[in-house]
């Protein structure tokens, strides 16, 4: 089995703080390979190296996930903001190198739309290229300093609800084949592919070897196999496009369906989830294994 499955820290608590350092141990005694952590904030308090020693000892890998924001955006018009953005993602790259991680994934460009409490706004066809072109020549500033450090970032498409800068496979594709650096590549969330690409397989091969990090989310961000995901093409796809990558599960609780609760906020957990994470994270091991061996 080739890729990696890992866990997104948030599944167990947020922020990540040095006192959260147990759960570093808690995803490995789960059976996961690897942590997606949020960038450390400095007021995270964490201790990169006791963070590297725990990760060593239990054999667990780290992947990264980008906390870009309006004041750390590449695509604003304000060159303030750009500029915040492409410090951020400097530091990102400096991160990782300080927690032994590779990839460094999300919505690099820092922009937030509804969940962030941003509405759309109607911008002109004018407006909206040079939003294009100011992701494209903030990214290729940045992706060639992750390049020289080892590191790549990872491109990563949301849906209309939650970006309007890049939502679909293509225009990220796009993006990356515009940059031309090793120290870019493509993020793919099954999530967000759901609403956004008329085939999830077909976009996954047409990524093709772009493809450096992989979300394995269900269609209403539950458990995997609590939703109507087909993880036997889609894993297929990825034995097709040849990916080798990390792999990791972002499970959002949605077991409570009140009426008025606020499913695009993190919530912490209220049960023992662990009989769930391994159920979703054998699936998805399943699916893979399946689909390398009839590849």
Known sequence: MRNPVGIISMQFIRPFTAD???????ARALGFDFVELLVPEPEDGLDPAEVRRICNGEGLDLVLAARVNLRRSIASEEAAARDGGR??????????????????GGPLYGEPLV??????????????AARAKRTIDGLAEVAPIAAAAGKVFALEPLNRFETDIVN???????IVDAVKSPGLGVMLDTFHMNMEERSIPD??????DRLVHFQANENHRGFPGTGNMDWTAIMRALADAGY????????FRREDDRVALP????????EDEDDKLRAG???????LTLAEVNH
């Open 244 to 251: 080798a990558g990390p792999v990791s599960l972002e499970p």
């Open 281 to 287: 994270l054998g699936l998805i091991r399943a699916a």
């Open 203 to 208: 976009a996954i091969r047409a990524a093709g």
């Open 115 to 128: 969940f962030a409490g941003r509405p759309p706004f109607p911008w002109t066809a004018e407006q909206i």
């Open 87 to 104: 410090d951020y993602l400097t530091y990102c790259v400096e991160a990782a190198e300080a927690l032994g991680a590779r990839v460094i």
């Open 168 to 174: 679909t496979t293509s225009q990220a594709i796009e």
């Open 263 to 270: 499913i695009a906020h993190w919530r912490a957990p209220h």
């Open 20 to 26: 959260s350092l147990p759960f570093l141990r808690k």
